[in-house]
């Protein structure tokens, strides 16, 4: 606001939101019943369901292979002929792991997406969805039918929790609101 919103001239009343809900048609009337003004303003409150959130630098550690990983070491410098000098010993282990991680495990640049926040999703669906991603990664790793069946009686769980806790919600706050 850049006009004042009291008799006295001061700015007494301000309109506080976050930086991702700008505030527009802001109209300030002058002071008529009371010694304020009568201030009207518009808010886009339209969350979009998936807003950039930055980009992070991970290693990929899926794409790891220890047994490739320990193979190469063996065969490194570090190992076959290792310097005397304690200086180039280090300098020489730093030089080959990261080498050899930066060659099995290479960075990637990976988007990350801000979620809406749902008001229902609480610790107990937190807790179903790791064991859930839990079993999930366990089945993708030793994909068997005892795994499978595992992780996919653990997703039903996991749709009856997330439903069951929407439908509380909304319930009980539909209901206090009467």
Same mark, same amino acid.
């Given at each position: 606001?850049?006009?004042?919103?009291? +008799?006295?001239?001061?700015?007494? !009343?301000?309109?506080?939101?976050?930086? !991702? %809900?700008?505030?527009?048609?802001?109209?300030?009337?002058?002071?008529?019943?009371s010694d304020h003004s009568y201030i009207t303003f518009s808010v886009d409150l339209q969350v979009s369901r998936s807003r950039y959130a930055g980009t992070v630098r991970r290693r990929q550690w899926r794409r790891f292979d220890y047994d490739k990983f320990c193979n190469d070491l063996c065969q490194?410098?570090?190992?076959?002929?290792?310097?005397?000098?304690?200086?180039?010993?280090?300098? %020489?282990? !730093? +030089?080959?792991?990261?080498?050899?991680?930066?060659?099995?495990?290479?960075?990637? !640049?990976? +988007?990350r997406r801000a979620h809406v926040n749902a008001p229902w999703y609480d610790r107990q669906c937190r807790l179903v969805k790791t064991a859930t991603r839990r079993l999930e990664r366990s089945y993708r790793r030793n994909t068997t039918a005892a795994n499978r069946e595992a992780w996919r009686c653990q997703s039903r769980l996991l749709h009856r929790t997330l439903r069951q806790r929407y439908v509380q919600y909304w319930s009980v706050s539909r209901l206090s609101t009467w």
């Open positions: 606001m850049t006009s004042p919103t009291h +008799k006295l001239g001061h700015i007494l !009343d301000v309109i506080v939101t976050r930086s !991702d %809900c700008p505030v527009t048609d802001v109209q300030i009337e002058p002071p008529s019943l490194s410098d570090l190992i076959c002929d290792p310097p005397t000098d304690a200086a180039d010993l280090v300098t %020489c282990y !730093d +030089k080959t792991l990261l080498a050899l991680l930066d060659e099995h495990a290479p960075f990637a !640049d990976i +988007k």
